[in-house]
């Protein structure tokens, strides 16, 4: 029997800044969330998308992007019988952001929090609320690595938030792949190695059909492989605060 080294929190909730954040980072853990008894929450915080790779999108692409994708998560969700909160915040690109790939070296990126103001301030709100109803949960945010701009929000919402919650960050896949950034993780935390199961994972992974995830498939399982540095075992890792 594989132990929950995080066992003492029965209900843990996951923000996740899109839909697949959640699956595709913890995705091995919430494999086994069931023969551990856990309650897993994911939210979506920004749940408003024009994401999907499809060469032709319908008029209303954001609701028809929004409902494949939603669906897509929807299916994971029921395989670990957990539960879907979505708020329905827009995404980056439909807020006028473009991708910027070289941000991606610079983690900790830190944004300034006037810019995406009134988005800012929802997420804040939502976050707030949220911490204060579920004290005994425990909460897990991203660590905001490959710097993308909703993930840093969902992040830095944190600094606007009093203390006094069970707050951890989970590692952004498959953004962490190519970081190397755990020297730069402030030393007021904790790792923690979740064990996984790894074909759930896989399969979780491959229900990202919109989002042509199978190619993210092998990169994330050696990831979690160099996470236990041992042939033959693989982990998801979480940082606690302290
Ligand atoms: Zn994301």
């Given at each position: 029997?594989?132990?929950?080294?995080?066992?003492?929190?029965?209900?843990?909730y996951?923000?996740?800044?899109?839909?697949?954040d959640?699956?595709?980072?913890?995705?091995?853990?919430l494999?086994?969330?069931n023969?551990?008894?856990?309650?897993?929450?994911?939210?979506?915080?920004?749940?408003?998308?024009n994401?999907?790779?499809?060469?032709?999108?319908?008029?209303?692409?954001?609701?028809?992007?929004?409902?494949?994708?939603?669906?897509?998560?929807k299916?994971?969700?029921?395989l670990?019988?957990g539960?879907?909160?979505v708020?329905?915040?827009?995404e980056?690109?439909?807020?006028?952001?473009?991708?910027?790939?070289?941000?991606?070296?610079?983690?900790?990126?830190?944004?300034?929090?006037?810019?995406?103001?009134?988005?800012?301030?929802?997420?804040v709100?939502?976050?707030?609320?949220?911490?204060?109803?579920?004290?005994?949960?425990?909460?897990?945010?991203?660590?905001?690595?490959?710097?993308?701009?909703?993930?840093?929000?969902?992040?830095?919402?944190?600094?606007?938030?009093e203390n006094?919650?069970?707050?951890?960050?989970y590692?952004?896949?498959?953004?962490?792949?190519?970081?190397?950034?755990?020297?730069k993780?402030?030393?007021?935390?904790?790792?923690?190695l979740l064990p996984?199961?790894?074909?759930?994972?896989?399969?979780?992974?491959?229900?990202?059909?919109?989002?042509?995830?199978?190619?993210?498939?092998?990169d994330?399982?050696?990831?979690?492989?160099?996470?236990?540095?041992?042939?033959?075992?693989?982990f998801?890792?979480?940082?606690?605060?302290r």
């Amino acid at each position: 029997m594989i132990k929950d080294p995080i066992e003492k929190y029965n209900k843990i909730y996951i923000y996740s800044p899109h839909y697949d954040d959640t699956f595709l980072s913890l995705g091995g853990y919430l494999g086994l969330s069931n023969e551990f008894g856990k309650e897993i929450t994911s939210i979506i915080v920004f749940g408003k998308s024009n994401n999907v790779y499809k060469t032709k999108l319908p008029k209303d692409k954001i609701e028809y992007a929004s409902s494949i994708r939603c669906e897509e998560e929807k299916k994971n969700i029921d395989l670990i019988s957990g539960n879907l909160i979505v708020w329905e915040n827009y995404e980056a690109n439909i807020r006028g952001h473009k991708t910027n790939k070289n941000s991606l070296k610079r983690y900790p990126y830190e944004i300034k929090l006037e810019y995406d103001k009134s988005v800012i301030s929802k997420v804040v709100n939502q976050v707030r609320q949220n911490l204060v109803n579920n004290k005994e949960v425990l909460h897990l945010f991203p660590l905001s690595i490959g710097n993308h701009v909703d993930h840093l929000i969902v992040r830095q919402c944190l600094s606007k938030v009093e203390n006094g919650f069970n707050i951890g960050f989970y590692e952004d896949l498959p953004y962490a792949i190519e970081n190397s950034y755990i020297e730069k993780i402030s030393d007021n935390m904790n790792s923690v190695l979740l064990p996984v199961n790894l074909e759930k994972k896989r399969l979780f992974i491959q229900n990202y059909q919109s989002q042509l995830a199978e190619k993210w498939i092998d990169d994330i399982t050696n990831y979690m492989l160099s996470i236990s540095k041992q042939l033959d075992i693989y982990f998801e890792r979480i940082w606690l605060m302290r």
